[in-house]
């Protein structure tokens, strides 16, 4: 039985992948590297400091803890300056209908981010209220694919890891779920989460009934 559902927030609630992508580019020109959408998508669900490792890696870019820490602060300003505007106009397709029916069958239901602006993000979409839970990047010591958020979440709800379901868009979410025992429904704009255990494009008619079926 499904007790608790848990989102991820970037790519499930609101699309503001792309807003990450487009201040990493700049952060990447800044060690002389091209960012492409194919490298975008490894970073999609990982921690901002453990995105910058991965770029300068990428980049064979050698930076000091100093230089590190400042670049994560531009890339946040940036970020932040580009997602002023979101407002629960930003809400992907299904998402206050799905939450509403899942909330009224008597699930619980709690966001799983590693994004260190989730509790501020879901403020801007006048989200806030309709979870039981938030676990942000400032509440776990490991990133996705690390189970921790996850577990924290479930913990929070006061349910068994294996009684809650992930709603995950990334590679690195969805294997953090199933470490943390749970079932998984993919995101998916094009293409398939490999690991997920069943994919959509959105939680357009999807509801409480729908998880039951497929994930208990
Ligand atoms: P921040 P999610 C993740 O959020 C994003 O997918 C990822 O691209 C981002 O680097 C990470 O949050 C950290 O975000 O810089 O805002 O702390 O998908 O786990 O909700
Ligand atoms: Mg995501």
Redesign the pocket.
């Known amino acids: 039985m499904i007790r608790g559902v848990i989102f ?5 609630i609101t699309d503001t ?1 792309v807003y ?1 992508y487009q201040s990493w580019r700049r952060i990447a020109t800044e060690v002389n590297f091209d960012l492409t959408e194919e490298h975008n998508e490894q ?6 400091a453990e ?1 910058l490792d991965r770029i300068l890696g990428w980049a064979n870019a050698l930076r000091t803890e100093e230089e590190k820490a400042k670049l994560l602060v531009q ?2 300003e940036h ?1 932040l300056t580009l997602i002023e505007s979101l407002n629960d106009k930003d809400i992907l397709p299904g998402i206050v209908a799905f939450l509403e029916n899942i909330r009224s069958a008597g699930i619980k239901t709690a966001v ?7 509790h501020f993000i879901l403020n801007k979409l006048r989200l806030i209220d309709s979870f039981d839970a938030v676990v942000d ?1 400032n509440m776990v010591k490991q990133t ?1 694919p690390d189970p921790e958020v996850f577990i924290l979440a479930a913990q929070l709800l006061g349910l068994q890891q294996q009684e809650c379901i992930v709603v995950e ?2 590679e690195a ?1 969805v294997l953090a779920a199933k470490a943390a025992g749970m079932k998984v429904l993919g995101i998916t704009a094009h293409g398939q989460l490999h690991q997920a255990d069943l994919c959509t494009h959105n939680l357009l008619e999807k509801d409480a009934q729908f998880i039951q079926q497929f994930f208990s």
């Open positions: 991820d927030l970037d790519g499930v992948a990450h970073l999609k669900g990982v921690s901002r995105s890339k946040n970020y799983g981010s590693s994004s260190k602006n989730a990047g996705k868009d990334a979410g």
